[in-house]
């Protein structure tokens, strides 16, 4: 089940990139280096940041064949893909949920502070987005306008939280990848925001 | 006394790039990850191409608090901080002179070469500014206007003279991080500058 | 033999990131960082990723020997390095075959699977590339314009299938770097271009 829920998320963040990429105007090899980034990118910072190396995908190509997948589903469907809007954006949320949960979870195996932890959470979940807006000459959209990075905080200190009281591991997965879920839904379809800080 | 410079300094850092990520009119989240990486973003650099992993906030919390510290003031104040100019030009001077100081001594711990020494003490102050920049989708200030790196660099050979002369360690940095806090108010008050290098 | 071709390849990059960043009227301390980037970015992120820490260039002074010269070269003739500018492609071609092998070399040594390999190989020889355009504020070339990476690609996948046919490793690199070579001349005097994605 978690690992269905894996590759969705893979597959939607590769669709992302590839987007981003062809709103650009990038080649197909720019296209796909991108749709690459925007799935493991942040993966790829947390590795290497805790020493974990060779980063994860060098070690299991699941990763590289379902980014092929989303690149070809991308490519294909270009002209279509407004159709499946609602979807892509299930799934990409479904991936915010699973990899900030990955990210926690990595920073636990390590043994570092719960603090450390939730930004190895948000940062697996977001920085691939952030390495793909660098690459278009873009400042990072999660920076400028949604609520995005906050959610992934959000799951990571209920993360935290359910842990002290001792909930049981797999139902505390559930119910944080459920939060996050019903919290972006909630922040997109009502309009969430942060407003920009302003100095005078 | 070290150690409170130390604090200064990556206090200083975390309210630049707080300044940066407001003047481009970001979201509290992105204002804070851009103090982030300005701060502990050089020294991350250094740690991961060492091969020091974790890296080093990710195992010392108070680098986490300090910039947590340096954000809240530069939201409460920011529109005041022009009041404070010359007391943030000092501390971020203070931390270019003692993050290239921490820099060389990993690289020394390391066993590596002065020149590659003289680099990391480099990378170590000046690569939190030059991702700070490339996240704002500027290019790095340190490439374009100011004295700075060079400082870092002067300062770095400065270091292995004296070590050569077998200045004791304490005495050493003292002299290193004095040389470079007067270079670099001389470098600013006088307006010296490095002319870019035009090929017609 | 292997070794000239990869001194004149070092040299030939760090005469390219010179020459990107004075087009863009860096001063020369940046047009340093720059060329420095641009000859060992890409293999510093390979070693990164796959954990073998110090990168090279801090273990073989070679390296930062042959950028500062490659830097002075451009620092001295660039007024006249348009003259040269057949050479330099020249040695830009040879620096991307020879990076290339030396990133699937490496790849084989870390155990990984093949095509890891050519991923990193690719990225060694074209990531440097990437790394100055994103610092110097631009959407990298080898995403838009040129054919480049793909030639790594198929210079990659030519490598396996020669491994596969027990061809002996000396003839197998001069093969792969000869193909190489011709296919990049051949691509660039007919202007074989990928075409960008489009959407509408």
């Known amino acids: 089940m978690f690992h269905i829920i894996e ?3 893979t597959i939607a963040f590769a669709i992302s990139g590839s987007l981003t990429a062809m709103s650009k105007k990038l080649d197909p090899f ?9 799935a493991v990118g942040g993966g790829t910072l947390r590795d290497v940041m805790i020493g974990q190396t060779p980063v994860a995908w060098m070690k299991q190509l ?3 064949y379902l980014i092929i ?3 070809v589903l991308a490519l294909l469907f270009r002209k279509k893909l407004d159709r499946f809007r609602i979807s892509l954006f ?3 949320t479904i991936g915010l949920s699973v990899f900030t949960l990955i990210g926690l979870q990595k920073g636990l195996e390590t043994g570092l502070h719960p603090i450390i932890c939730v930004a190895l959470g948000t940062m697996t979940a977001c920085f691939g987005g952030v390495i793909r807006d660098i690459l278009c000459n873009e400042i990072p959209v999660i920076f400028r306008r949604e609520i995005y990075a906050t959610i992934c905080m959000a799951g990571g200190i209920l993360f ?7 909930v049981n591991d797999e139902l505390l ?7 996050m879920i019903v ?6 379809t009502r309009k969430w925001r942060l407003q920009p800080v302003e100095r005078q």
């Open 7 to 9: 590759i969705l998320g």
């Open 160 to 166: 935290f939280l359910l842990k002290a009281l001792k």
């Open 173 to 179: 997965s559930v119910i944080v990848a459920v939060f």
């Open 90 to 92: 299930l799934f990409d």
């Open 183 to 188: 919290f972006r839904i909630l922040a997109v």
């Open 69 to 71: 997948l989303g690149f």
């Open 30 to 38: 720019g296209v796909f280096i991108i749709a690459f980034v925007t």
């Open 62 to 64: 699941d990763y590289v």
